[in-house]
């Protein structure tokens, strides 16, 4: 798993700016003029407090009116009409959306899943995170894209490799074509977690787990158990980009639900066929 600073020479990931939103975008999937994608950071918004300043929830406490005016931003930043953005109700489960040409859509309230795979253009599809990985599939040759939200429980039940298979089945996708994208998570520096976490992820000898200080605690490698999951169900590792830092390290940058004590706002993860 190749992990490069922001800092250095050619990163793999790269802050970028757009009408005043920053932003992360991979220089793996910026090379294909077929899409646009985006993992936003917590600035370019209006939202105050704990909320600053780019929140786009409402359910930790901030003002509706707030995230409508942020949601206005990013449309107006990336010159995407605000009812493209299509979002789910994430729960941590492993549903996912399957929106195919005929499917009707609409901005939000889509249903109860962690992700979201269409191969519609002028849809963008995304996901809202505050330490869970979001991830970026695209199928460059089937022109196929998904939005993925894996926190723990998500990724204990493979969502990853769940959401790859439905590129497979649905639209005939080879995995070796497949680019995947792990977004900023809260790092194994930060996250640590109990036995029920442990058993969970029923995965020993991958390094996703190293002891903690604290009695029967564990530090938990999200990114790493979500790039294994990815490896494992075909996709080559050079295909497979994990460069982004740890949200709760780099809570200038990005919201940490465990890093800002459970209140907090959320960052949006989107991709878009043009």
């Known amino acids: ?15 970028a700016s757009r009408g005043g939103v920053r932003y992360l975008e991979a ?3 910026k090379r294909y003029d077929s899409i646009v994608h985006a993992f936003c950071t917590r600035w370019g918004g209006v939202s105050r407090g704990r909320f600053s300043n780019f929140n786009f929830s409402v359910s930790e406490g901030d003002g509706r009116e707030q995230v409508e005016e942020n949601w206005a931003i990013l449309s107006n930043a990336f010159a995407i009409p605000e009812a493209s953005f299509v979002t789910v109700r994430q729960v941590h489960e492993d549903g996912i959306l399957i929106i195919d040409d005929d499917a009707p859509v609409g901005a939000g309230g889509n249903g109860e899943y ?3 795979v269409t191969n519609r253009p002028g849809i963008a599809v995304g996901v809202k995170t505050a330490d869970c990985v979001p991830l970026l599939l695209f199928d460059p040759v089937r022109t196929v894209i998904a939005a993925v939200h894996a926190g723990w429980r998500g990724t204990a039940k493979g969502i990853a490799a769940t959401t790859i298979s439905r590129f497979r ?7 070796e074509d497949l ?4 977004g900023p998570s ?31 605690r564990w530090m938990f490698d999200l990114p790493r158990a979500n790039w294994r999951q990815i490896l494992d169900a075909g996709v080559p590792p050079a295909n497979i980009i994990d460069a982004a830092p740890c949200t ?3 809570r200038d940058i990005f919201f940490s639900h465990r890093g800002e004590g459970g209140t ?6 989107f991709i878009m066929i043009r």
């Open 27 to 29: 220089a793996s999937l």
């Open 169 to 175: 089945e649905r639209y005939s996708t080879r995995v």
């Open 1 to 15: 798993m190749t992990k490069v600073s922001l800092t250095e020479e050619k990163p793999m990931v790269s802050l």
């Open 248 to 250: 709760s390290c780099h």
């Open 186 to 216: 809260i790092g194994p520096c930060c996250y640590e977690v109990d036995r029920i976490v442990r058993d969970a992820m029923k995965d020993d000898g991958a390094g996703v787990f190293t002891p903690s200080d604290n009695h029967d």
């Open 179 to 182: 680019i995947a994208v792990i």
């Open 264 to 269: 907090t706002g959320r960052q949006f993860n």
């Open 114 to 116: 962690d992700a979201i």
